[in-house]
């Protein structure tokens, strides 16, 4: 395990990976700019460097800062976070050349799944079903306009780079096609540096469903579960449920082992998170993958208890293979007990500390009963009054939800 690593990162995620870092008995080194100097983040860890003004671009977003801190106070790693250079492969090719651990995928998996329209090709040849799409990017409209007739209306336009719902257009009409590609192009340019668009056949009411990934230097690779993020506004995520209630076991098995698939393709390190989309009929499509922690990683970790930066640590580090041990991945659904109730929602609260990974790792909390808390499928007709002894007056029995190895 690392002495000591750099968290090239500020707020809510610096603070996570420092807490985790700390129970691992790893000591922290904050960067921040000036704006930020009097964060809790900062004075929570060990050292901390001021690396520029308030600008992101002057400060979180430059390499050679951040890398001359970690050199500076003797870091042996460096963890991005989300957001700023988590996803950026020349900062962790910048970090290889400078003998600092990225503690993220490689530089050349970043690359290949980053890119969009390339990662959609690599998922073709390996076999996981993707949305019918161009082939890479399309330079001008009249090539748009010709996959489009090709593929039927509606389409989707979207950025090659990027994410968050920037650099995309929905297209119903032929007539509306020139000026929505115009508009996603100008968009992308302007958030990401790269005004690259394909287009996709638009899967009309699909929920958003993505799974969680870890993978070591050891050959290993385990899907610990799903996240429906479906509930949305202008393609920003509101609401993030695990499981998801839209999934059989059959189909949950399938899409783990999919996502196992395209971790495999790509010979993918440490956490990500594969995105899919699941249309009307239960088919699932492959839309993009991300090559970092997500935002939303504390879902999985509270269902699975699971602390998912600890394992980006010992991942990077070579510690330990990530499937060792069959509770350090336990399944998030188990069948119920006949004498199971739900745990009583606390009156008073003594001791709160956020964030900090799954509640079992923190001490200061009791361990969630992980099988109470799963979302109930409800027996048909349930509703209203039940008579004692009545089927409708018994507890809907759970899905079963584990770790898929491949």
């Keep these: 395990m690392f002495e000591k690593i750099l968290v090239a990162n500020r707020g809510e995620v610096a603070l996570r990976i420092m807490r985790a870092a700390r129970e691992l008995g790893v000591k922290t080194v904050a960067v921040y700019s000036t704006e930020d100097a009097d964060t809790y983040p900062v004075r929570y860890a060990d050292e901390a460097v001021c690396i520029g003004p308030?600008?992101?671009?002057?400060?979180?977003?430059?390499?050679?800062s951040i890398i001359a801190a970690a050199k500076n106070t003797g870091a042996e790693a460096i963890h991005p976070g989300y957001g700023f250079l988590a996803e950026n492969a020349e900062f962790a090719r910048a970090c290889a050349d400078n003998d600092l651990v990225f503690i993220g995928p490689a530089p050349e998996c970043i690359d290949r799944m980053g890119d969009k329209s390339s990662a959609r090709e690599?998922?073709?040849?390996?076999?996981v079903p993707t949305v019918p799409g161009s082939d890479g990017c399309l330079d001008a409209v009249e090539e748009a306009a010709a996959f489009a007739e090709k593929v039927g209306y509606p389409v989707l336009i979207k950025a090659t780079a990027?994410?968050?719902?920037?650099?995309?257009?929905?297209?119903?009409?032929?007539?509306d096609l020139a000026a929505q590609y115009k508009a996603a192009r100008t968009e992308a340019g302007a958030a990401f540096g790269n005004d690259g668009v394909y287009l996709e056949k638009l899967v009309l009411r699909p929920r958003h469903v993505e799974v969680q990934v870890l993978a070591d230097d050891h050959g290993?690779?385990?899907?610990?579960?799903?996240?429906?993020?479906?509930i949305q506004r202008r393609h920003q995520k509101l609401l993030e449920e695990a499981p998801s209630p839209a999934l059989s076991e059959n189909?949950?098995?399938?899409?783990?082992?999919?996502?196992?698939?395209?971790?495999?393709?790509?010979?993918?390190?440490?956490a990500g998170t594969i995105e899919f989309l699941l249309d009307e009929r239960g088919q699932f499509y492959f839309m993009e993958m991300n090559t970092r922690v997500q935002v939303e990683h504390p879902v999985t970790e509270e269902i699975t208890g699971t602390d998912i930066i600890k394992e980006q640590l010992r991942i990077a580090s070579g510690e330990r293979p990530v499937h060792a041990g069959g509770t350090r991945h336990r399944a998030a659904h188990q069948r119920r007990g006949s004498r199971a109730r739900l745990p009583p929602v606390p009156r008073h609260r003594h001791a709160l500390r956020a964030p900090g990974g799954p509640r079992r790792a923190r001490g200061d909390l009791p361990a969630p009963r992980f099988a109470h808390l799963a979302p109930l499928r409800l027996a048909r007709g349930q509703g209203?009054?039940?008579r004692p002894g009545s089927r409708?007056?018994?507890?809907?029995?759970q899905a079963r939800l584990g770790r898929v190895r491949y």
Excluded: F, I, W
């Design 54 to 64: 308030a600008q992101s671009n002057k400060s979180y977003l430059v390499m050679a």
């Design 122 to 127: 690599t998922m073709k040849m390996c076999g």
């Design 162 to 175: 990027g994410g968050g719902g920037k650099g995309m257009r929905e297209v119903h009409d032929p007539a």
């Design 220 to 230: 290993n690779a385990v899907a610990l579960c799903e996240r429906d993020c479906s």
């Design 251 to 270: 189909l949950r098995r399938d899409m783990m082992k999919a996502a196992l698939k395209a971790v495999r393709a790509v010979d993918y390190r440490n």
């Design 384 to 386: 209203g009054r039940a």
């Design 392 to 397: 409708r007056g018994r507890r809907p029995r």
